[in-house]
């Protein structure tokens, strides 16, 4: 029987591989945000959501490693995959209520989230696993190669930091800061939508944020908390500045 829930999920026949997994992370997030697929309720066989999709099993896969990352999903071999508890959607709509999306509001969440993220990174690189590494590695190869979207640019930038504080092995840590992670790319993509891509979305200045992120991976992979402290605080500063540049009237 056709489930209702998953009837209006459009089909990517047409989209390249890379947009067709946007598009699968953005259909399923949204079900999962809004409530529609429940937590704990099990998803549809990979090979069931190519089918709704028009897409490949290995694009679904990709999508699903992403909602993985993003915490939406639990992926279990053998068994399926799961919708998350989401103990932070509570959280995520009391930050929401207090955020403006105007950029001192901003900024003072930037500020916030720097203050826990750079002890994060830190915390990560004394006891990150070789899976944590794995799965920090996988998401800056994933960052790396975007030049064309700064929306999927910043998609991947969330994996990228969302594996980091996965890597702490602190549940809190995970809960607390995700849902800044997400409301922060949520305002900047609306502003740039509204003004166009950021100066810094190409050139050497993307090349030296892309290289940052380097680093960061480097210094959890490595173990060295001084250097991984060091680069989160420099990735704060590179944070605010592009919050700062935020088009006002967008």
Partial sequence: M???????LVGLRDAGPSRACDLVVSQLRELIVDGRLAPGSRLPPERELALRFQTSRATISQALRVLSALGLVDIH???GVYVSPQPD???????????GFDRPSLIRLVEA??????????R?????????????REAYEALAAERDSV?????????????ILVATGNTFVVTLLSPVLELMVSARVVNYRRAGAPAWFGGADLEALVDLHRRIADAVGSGDATAARALGEEHQLRLIEHVADLDPAA
């Fill in 2 to 8: 056709e489930d209702p829930i998953l009837a209006g």
């Fill in 77 to 79: 071999h053998g068994s």
């Fill in 89 to 99: 959607r509570l959280l995520r709509q009391s930050v929401e209520l207090m955020l």
């Fill in 113 to 122: 989230r720097g203050w826990m993220e750079v002890a994060a990174v830190a």
């Fill in 124 to 136: 990560a690189a004394e006891v990150a696993g070789p899976a944590d590494v794995a799965a920090i």
């Fill in 151 to 163: 929306e999927r640019w910043l998609g991947h930038d969330v994996v990228f930091h969302r594996a």
